[in-house]
């Protein structure tokens, strides 16, 4: 199965339900959207591991009659891509709802297949046009997040997904709690034979799962003059997180490791756009990043993406 095709069928399981508390707006609105996902892997030694999927590019519809609903579909992979990146299958789901003063978020996420987007640099003398890959890595988080806007009169998440239009400028505080259980595994230690003696006992990892409970402090500001805007939101987590290692390939002898550490991480969100009576149009960009320490080394994960929508009030 590629990735287009299971991103289709994802859509068709509802991909992603949003329910917004601000009903006044019925609208439909079209889209492009360009995500990049890294984990890295860092090690008391020796270059980083870069971990991508395949890349994705994905065209989306939302209908917003009071609650809203967002269809996401992707290109399908050129022949080219596959022989370059190797294939990525992607499944998921998420449920958004923003309210006056509360927004939550339920979503789960899974890949599998990855490839080693600086190469050259983890195996010395790799000289291929196409990436190391690794099909056998799968990647899956699922998580609950719930945020409070203390002063959703001056600003609102909501302006992020088009569903509140800004008529002044302002900001407000925002804080919050998260719970999310993540995993990462293949059936060979995540770091190639080419590092492993670099990266310490870390070189012999082959599975992690981590559950996190963070409490996160940020705020955002929005911009608006003569009907054009500029919105931005920042938001820094913290908490401990509980880990269950597993070092050694699949199917032979392993250890397990339990232990727990400090996750450190942080979201942050900027809107440019435009709103008429009718016709409106935004430029948005998200990232999402978390660090946390792992055996010898470090795990950090980094998450954007740039879309832009048009779209048309009734």
Same mark, same amino acid.
């Given at each position: 199965?590629?990735?287009?095709?299971?991103?289709?069928?994802?859509?068709?399981?509802?991909?992603?339900?949003?329910?917004?508390?601000?009903?006044?707006?019925?609208?439909?609105?079209?889209?492009?959207?360009?995500?990049?996902?890294? *984990?890295?892997?860092?090690?008391?030694?020796?270059?980083?591991?870069?971990?991508?999927?395949?890349?994705?590019?994905?065209?989306?519809?939302?209908?917003?009659?009071?609650?809203?609903?967002?269809?996401?579909?992707?290109?399908?992979?050129?022949?080219?891509?596959?022989?370059?990146?190797?294939?990525?299958?992607?499944?998921?789901?998420?449920?958004?709802?923003?309210?006056?003063?509360?927004?939550?978020?339920?979503?789960?996420?899974?890949?599998?297949?990855?490839?080693?987007?600086?190469?050259?640099?983890?195996?010395?003398?790799?000289?291929?046009?196409?990436?190391?890959?690794?099909?056998?890595?799968?990647?899956?988080?699922?998580?609950?997040?719930?945020?409070?806007?203390?002063?959703?009169?001056?600003?609102?998440?909501?302006?992020?997904?088009?569903?509140?239009?800004?008529?002044?400028?302002?900001?407000?505080?925002?804080?919050?709690?998260?719970?999310?259980?993540?995993?990462?595994?293949?059936?060979?230690?995540?770091?190639? *034979?080419?590092?492993?003696?670099?990266?310490?006992?870390?070189?012999?990892?082959?599975?992690?799962?981590?559950? *996190?409970?963070?409490?996160?402090?940020?705020?955002?500001?929005?911009?608006?003059?003569?009907?054009?805007?500029?919105?931005?939101?920042?938001?820094?987590?913290?908490?401990?997180?509980?880990?269950?290692?597993?070092?050694?390939?699949?199917?032979? #002898? *392993?250890?397990?490791?339990?232990?727990?550490?400090?996750?450190?991480?942080?979201?942050?969100?900027?809107?440019?756009?435009?709103?008429?009576?009718?016709?409106? #149009?935004?430029?948005?960009?998200?990232?999402?990043?978390?660090?946390?320490?792992?055996?010898?080394?470090?795990?950090?994960? #980094?998450?954007?993406?740039?879309?832009?929508?048009?779209?048309?009030?009734?």
């Amino acid at each position: 199965m590629n990735f287009s095709t299971v991103i289709f069928s994802l859509i068709f399981s509802l991909i992603t339900f949003q329910a917004h508390a601000q009903m006044g707006l019925t609208s439909v609105k079209v889209g492009y959207t360009l995500p990049t996902l890294q *984990t890295t892997l860092t090690g008391p030694a020796g270059p980083d591991i870069k971990y991508q999927p395949a890349p994705q590019n994905r065209y989306g519809v939302g209908l917003n009659f009071g609650p809203c609903l967002l269809f996401i579909n992707a290109n399908s992979a050129s022949s080219s891509d596959v022989v370059k990146y190797g294939e990525t299958n992607v499944s998921g789901a998420s449920f958004l709802f923003y309210g006056e003063f509360h927004t939550f978020d339920l979503s789960y996420e899974r890949y599998e297949g990855f490839n080693i987007n600086n190469s050259e640099e983890v195996s010395p003398g790799w000289s291929s046009p196409n990436r190391i890959q690794r099909p056998d890595i799968v990647k899956d988080k699922f998580r609950f997040k719930y945020q409070y806007t203390w002063s959703p009169q001056d600003f609102s998440l909501g302006i992020f997904e088009q569903s509140v239009v800004p008529e002044n400028s302002g900001g407000s505080f925002v804080i919050g709690a998260q719970a999310s259980q993540k995993g990462l595994s293949g059936t060979t230690p995540l770091v190639p *034979t080419t590092q492993t003696a670099s990266y310490g006992a870390m070189g012999n990892l082959r599975e992690v799962k981590m559950t *996190t409970v963070q409490a996160g402090l940020g705020g955002g500001y929005v911009f608006e003059w003569e009907r054009f805007y500029l919105a931005w939101y920042g938001m820094l987590w913290g908490g401990p997180q509980s880990q269950a290692l597993t070092f050694g390939a699949a199917g032979a #002898t *392993t250890t397990n490791e339990t232990g727990s550490v400090f996750a450190l991480g942080y979201d942050a969100r900027a809107s440019i756009g435009y709103n008429a009576d009718h016709f409106f #149009t935004a430029l948005n960009f998200v990232r999402e990043y978390q660090k946390q320490e792992v055996s010898s080394g470090y795990l950090v994960t #980094t998450d954007d993406e740039a879309s832009i929508w048009l779209g048309w009030r009734f």
